[in-house]
């Protein structure tokens, strides 16, 4: 475990889970539209999103799978862990109110790189409505961060 109550590269092992739980709000969709800037109808306007396939207003897909984003920076790897990238597809819709449920699941560890590839999924009950691939860089015992007092 890192200073930070993360794992660092040598406390990993393939097969470690973890998960992050948000219920999605009105807020969330409100706010996530104005730091985006994607006022999307389907996800502002219930009017027109009634008129689409989902017949009402869904979450924004990428505040979604930024509950991925949240479990890997709090819980797998944890605090100190780089994003290198993300692959996912969104399979089902998320509307205000849903309790998302992500969960990262350690595939493969690339010694040399300190990195660790996760299958990332996130549900809403039992329903997979995101699912994807992501490498991190993670926190590592045997790279030491220079003490500037001692120069």
Not at 49 to 60: C, D, E, L, M, V
């Amino acid at each position: 475990m890192n200073d930070l109550n993360g794992y660092d590269f040598e406390d990993l092992s393939i097969g470690m889970t973890a998960t992050f739980s948000k219920t999605i709000t009105e807020a969330d969709i409100i706010l996530f539209a104005g730091a985006s800037g994607d006022n999307n109808a389907i996800h502002i306007n219930d009017e027109f999103a009634q008129t689409t396939p989902f017949k009402g207003r869904i979450a924004h897909g990428f505040l979604t799978a930024s509950t991925i984003s949240a479990a890997i920076a709090n819980r797998l790897p944890g605090p100190g862990t780089i994003y290198v990238s993300q692959n996912m597809r969104f399979v089902g819709p998320v509307r205000p109110g849903d309790t998302v449920h992500a969960e990262v699941t350690i595939k493969e560890l690339v010694e040399d790189r300190k990195r660790a590839v996760l299958e990332t999924i996130c549900r809403v009950g039992n329903t997979v409505v995101v699912k994807g691939e992501a490498v991190v860089k993670t926190t590592s015992k045997k790279i030491a961060v220079p003490d500037k007092r001692a120069t």
